[in-house]
Each structure stands twice: as structure tokens, then as C-alpha cells.
């Protein structure tokens, strides 16, 4: 199957995800361009970033002493680099989805060098949404992977539900604010997101 068609099947199961307690990943299959898709049992999916470990390898001389069946060669893990940056430019790893709750990158700010990053989260989960949170990955412009960090990009209050995220809802994250990524590194605005908790009420 082309991967254009599959990507474009893929994005119309996005859409038409139910809701899942608990979203536990039930398979792998992997593209031809060396995509890994993961599906979970809540009818979601998401795209997996290619292991870092993997990728370093290119810059290491392996021995042929110790080359054997568990390490990584150089060809495949040059490939697996190759497939990485494909994978992050194409910004399919700027949307997560868990629990029926998406959440994609939408844009960033600098002041003075924190960096300021705003989300749009749509909901197709029944219950009220009061709290995502979001496992971000930075990755510099040649795609080395600089830090990962953990925020909530929606914090509604308890006991105001008209801040909660409804089903059918569409909103915007309020900016979040990230400290220790360089400007100077950071010009092709690479990342990936996974949402880790969706708390509901």
C-alpha cells in the first residue's frame, strides 16, 4: 500500500476514535520510509520517533571484533537517523492523541530565552476534561534530540466546569513557557508529543 494512501487512512481512523479507559498498544507495523505506527486498543494511533540510541550509533566506530547479531551496524542505524529527521520534519509527530483528546503544536514565541509554545486540543471524549498532560521532545536542527519536558497543556479548574474541555470542544492551550532550549539550535522548530494522562471529572 502507498504510504500516501496509508497516511491518509490513518488520519481518517484519527478521526474517528472512540473512547478508551486505558489506551495500551495492541501492535506495530512499520512504512517503507521506516515509520513505526503504533495502535492501541482505544482505536487511536500515533506515529513512534526513531530510537535515539539507534541513531547515535552513526557516529561511533563499531570493532569488527565485536560485531555481532544485537549490535546496531552502521548502514542501518545511518538509515534509522535518516528516517528520524524525515519523520520529525514532516511534523506528523506534532500531534498526540490519547483517551479521545488530540493536542497538536501550533506555534512558538521567543521572550528574551524562554520559549513560549502554543497547542490546539480538540476532545471527542464524553466526560470533562480538566487536566493533559503532554510529554514534549525538542530536537535540534539536525535532529539530535535535546531535552524532553512534561507540562500540562490544559488545566482547567475544578470547580468552574465552563473551563473544562467538552466533547466536541476545540481550544487553544494558554502558551507554555520552556527554559533551556537554545534559539540558535532551535530555527527549524523540531519536536514530538505524546500525550501521557488525560484526567477527566
Keep these: 500500500m502507498p504510504f500516501h ?16 479507559l486505558s489506551a495500551a498498544s495492541i501492535g506495530t507495523v512499520t512504512l517503507d520510509n521506516g515509520a513505526i505506527i ?13 530510537s535515539d540510541d539507534a541513531a547515535d550509533q552513526v557516529s561511533k566506530t563499531i570493532s569488527s571484533n565485536n560485531i555481532n547479531s544485537n549490535v546496531v551496524s552502521p548502514a542501518n542505524s545511518e538509515q534509522a537517523l535518516k528516517n528520524r529527521s524525515s519523520l520529525l520534519r514532516s511534523g506528523l509527530l506534532n500531534t498526540s492523541v490519547k483517551n ?6 501550533s506555534d512558538s514565541i521567543w521572550r528574551d530565552q524562554s520559549l513560549g509554545l502554543k497547542f490546539i486540543l480538540s476532545s471527542d471524549n464524553t466526560d470533562g476534561v480538566v487536566i493533559v498532560k503532554v510529554a514534549i521532545s525538542f530536537y535540534d536542527d539536525k535532529t539530535n534530540k535535546i531535552t524532553e519536558q512534561t ?6 479548574s475544578y470547580r468552574l466546569p465552563e473551563t473544562y474541555l ?36
Excluded at 38 to 50: L, M, N, R
Excluded at 173 to 192: F, P
Aim: neutral net charge; glycine residues 6%; proline residues 0%.
Design 100 to 105: 479521545d483528546v488530540k493536542v497538536t503544536y
Design 5 to 20: 494512501y496509508l497516511q491518509y487512512t490513518l488520519f481518517l481512523l484519527l478521526g474517528s476514535v472512540t473512547l478508551g
Design 151 to 156: 507540562v500540562n497543556v490544559w488545566q482547567a
Design 38 to 50: 503504533s495502535f492501541h486498543d482505544d482505536y487511536t494511533w500515533e506515529y513512534v520517533a526513531i
Design 166 to 201: 467538552r466533547k466536541g470542544d476545540t481550544r487553544n492551550s494558554r502558551i507554555i513557557w520552556i527554559d533551556g532550549i537554545d534559539k540558535m539550535s532551535w530555527t527549524s522548530k523540531l519536536l514530538s508529543l505524546k500525550v501521557i494522562e488525560v484526567e477527566t471529572r
